[in-house]
T-cell receptor
């Protein structure tokens, strides 16, 4: 498909377990963003990638959260020792990253994470 | 820091009528962009409309238009001739700096009633 894809669609895990969430951006998009949508916090920015580097990771809530991007394409968001407050929908978006006034972000369908 | 505020958690409108969703923002940047996104139950975020701050003319996309009041830092969305498919959560957002990250409001859940 031509859009942003994310897997899994839903993930249920037990408190204390590690989880990996995957994002496949639109082909050729150099910029990639992770956002978290939770009941208490609304929709918040987590991390931004340009290529394989992350110049802005200011939104990661704790050192249990990390993300990487390889080959300028797929990105993985890892949450270690999950807590119940990590339960949320994790959204990924990508954009062309070209030097234009702004770059529209295209969103994936998200991964709903439930920590029991 | 940029902030975006939506003060209407829920709204409803009758089909074919007009509804306005409110949004206020705060930014120290001289040039910026504002957006309205729609999120239906499928969770897929869809860009509805965007506004460049340097443009005085309000953006319009078919049944969707904005009322951009720069001095008041207000950016409301008007949906005309509401349709059942407009039922969704709507987020107001601003574009932050040179990373392009979006700062979102809390969202407004809109229900269009038949």
């Amino acid at each position: 498909g031509a859009g942003v894809s994310q897997s899994p669609s839903n993930k249920v895990t037990e408190k204390g377990k590690d989880v990996e969430l995957r994002c496949d951006p639109i082909s050729g998009h150099t910029a990639l963003y992770w956002y978290r949508q939770s009941l208490g916090q609304g929709l918040e920015f987590l991390i931004y990638f340009q290529g394989n580097s992350a110049p802005d990771k200011s939104g990661l809530p704790s050192d249990r959260f990390s993300a990487e991007r390889t080959g300028g394409s797929v990105s993985t968001l890892t949450i270690q020792r999950t807590q119940q407050e990590d339960s949320a929908v994790y959204l990924c978006a990508s954009s062309s990253g070209l030097a234009v006034p702004y770059n529209e972000q295209f969103f994936g369908p998200g991964t709903r994470l439930t920590v029991l | 820091a940029q902030t975006v505020t939506q003060s209407q958690p829920e709204m409803s409108v009758q089909e074919a009528e007009t509804v306005t969703l409110s949004c206020t923002y705060d930014t120290s940047e001289s040039n910026y962009y504002l957006f309205w996104y729609k999120q239906p139950p499928s969770r897929q975020m869809i860009l509805v409309i965007r506004q460049e701050a340097y443009k005085q003319q309000n953006a319009t996309e078919n049944r969707f238009s904005v009322n951009f009041q720069k001095a008041a830092k207000s950016f409301s969305l008007k949906i005309s001739d509401s349709q059942l498919g407009d039922t969704a959560m709507y987020f107001c957002a601003s574009l932050s700096g040179n990373t392009g990250k979006l700062i979102f409001g809390q969202g407004t859940t809109l229900q269009v009633k038949p």
